[in-house]
């Protein structure tokens, strides 16, 4: 794929991403300049959120869904799952194939080169990707994930850039955890109420605090802590978006292939802080499989390093 990439993707959609700039760069007005990109974004854009590709690949890099769109401009789109194209913005400009991700990736890519300053936002709660713009004194919403769905919406065409508020109730979210994407800095209390989530535990070697995404049926990690095991408890803060449930997990590995397991649903209601106290020691016991795959792997490589070792031996002799 790299080939490729050099060759006819990274030209091409460079060129696409120049054209465009050229085109911004006359317009003074920021509000103006960021709707023409949304709409340039929008355009022939292939939409791949809760949509299985037509064919997927392994390649060096990473796994590639293949869209099949016959009428389309393209025949063929591509959507990388590796994190090296997913991100990238000529590769995005090129085929405009994806969700939320890629399209706030190369919107503020290109916001950020026509001179405004920018950041990607994520809510991984909500399985949701954003952009904020910088107006000189504060950060502003930018989503070009709603303005292509609801640019032609009566009432709602223009809630894409700078309504904070309608980020919730469009969606119909209570959104759980707010960060800048690039270092994971926390901006939950610019979107929503937070409550504070106070945990205190012992004899844990991890703790975690997941939320389910029901579109999705998997759960996601909000926050994570690795300890090292102490006699005495701990506690950990966290702040959360209120109105939502959350589940709280502490973790023991015993003996690297069996570990103790705790879990506690809990749900934040208006203007509330919980605390949870979790023991591992009390909770179910598991079965490590990662552990029991990893020491397996081991024990075969040892296992044919020892007979080669042991047949050159026997060759010398």
């Known amino acids: 794929m790299l080939a490729p990439y050099f060759l006819i993707i990274k030209p091409t959609g460079e060129n696409n991403i120049n054209a465009v700039l050229s085109e911004i760069k006359t317009i ?7 709707e023409r990109l949304a709409e340039w ?9 809760a949509k299985e590709p037509n064919l997927f690949l392994f390649g060096i890099l990473g796994g590639y869904g293949l869209y099949f769109n016959i009428s389309n401009s393209q025949p063929i789109k591509i959507r990388p799952i590796s994190i090296i194209f997913s991100h990238d913005p000529y590769w995005i400009s090129y085929f405009k194939t994806g969700a939320c991700l890629e399209r706030a990736y190369l919107f503020n890519f290109i ?12 809510s991984p709660g909500n399985d949701h990707v954003w952009v904020e713009v910088y107006n000189g004194t504060e950060w502003n ?27 919730q109730s469009a969606w119909g979210w209570q959104l759980s955890k707010v960060t800048i994407a ?39 990690s909000l926050f994570s802590k690795h300890l090292k095991e102490s006699p005495r408890k701990e506690m950990v803060i966290y702040q959360l978006g ?12 015993n003996y690297y ?10 749900v934040f209601l208006d203007n509330e802080s919980t605390t949870v106290n979790l023991n591992p020691e009390t909770g179910r016991e598991e079965i490590d499989y990662l552990s029991i795959v990893f020491w397996t792997v081991i024990v075969v490589v040892y296992g044919i390093i020892l007979y080669q070792f042991y047949k050159k031996m026997r060759e010398r002799k």
Request: no cysteine; proline share 3%; charged share 25%.
């Open 141 to 167: 919403y930018a989503d070009p994930t709603f303005y292509y769905y609801y640019h032609n919406s009566p009432g709602r065409e223009k809630a894409w850039l700078n309504e904070t508020p309608m980020l």
């Open 41 to 49: 974004e929008a355009e022939d854009f292939t939409e791949t959120f």
């Open 242 to 253: 209120l109105s939502n449930n959350y589940t709280v997990t502490a973790e023991k590995n």
């Open 257 to 266: 292939l069996l570990s103790k397991r705790i879990d506690e649903k809990i």
């Open 182 to 220: 690039s270092d994971e800095t926390e901006l939950t209390k610019n979107y929503t109420d937070v409550g504070n989530l106070t945990i205190i535990f012992n004899s844990s070697n991890q703790v975690t605090v997941s939320q389910f995404i029901a579109g999705e049926h998997r759960n996601v």
């Open 111 to 122: 916001a950020n080169q026509s001179g405004e300053v920018t950041r990607v936002v994520s």
């Open 28 to 34: 003074n007005q920021t509000d103006k300049k960021l």
